[in-house]
């Protein structure tokens, strides 16, 4: 089992910035892979960056977020972080802090990022 834990959300005038955080517990051993979903009203979760871990760690981003946003983990590997820039209003969802062991797939539960004037 793992638990995950965010924080770091907030309303933040366009072209400011937030930190995501992303505390795992729990089997952390286990987690092949941690990521940061987002939701807005009425669209579906989508996948905004992720890593793997492993030999190499292995870092996506959504091509809406690239160049803005940064995911890093820490050397501890329970703590992930979602770095946001330049942050516009359709940045404007949940953040769900995501992580994978095996086929299971283990989600936080969400934290307000609005992006507003």
């Known amino acids: 089992q793992v638990q995950l834990v965010e924080s770091g959300g907030g309303l933040v005038q366009p072209g400011g910035s937030l930190r995501l955080s992303c505390v795992a517990s729990?089997?952390?051993?286990?987690?092949?892979?941690m990521g940061w979903y987002r939701q807005a009203p009425g669209k579906q979760r989508d996948l905004v960056a992720g890593l793997a871990t492993g030999g190499t760690t292995i870092k996506y981003y959504a091509d809406s977020v690239k160049g803005r946003f940064t995911i890093s983990r820490d050397n501890a590997g329970n703590t992930v972080y979602l770095h946001m820039n330049n942050l516009k209003p359709e940045d404007t969802a949940v953040y769900y802090c995501?992580?994978?062991?095996?086929?299971?797939?283990?989600w936080g539960q969400g934290t307000q990022v609005t992006v507003s004037s």
């Open positions: 729990g089997s952390i051993f286990s987690i092949n892979t």
């Open positions: 995501s992580a994978t062991s095996g086929a299971v797939r283990y």
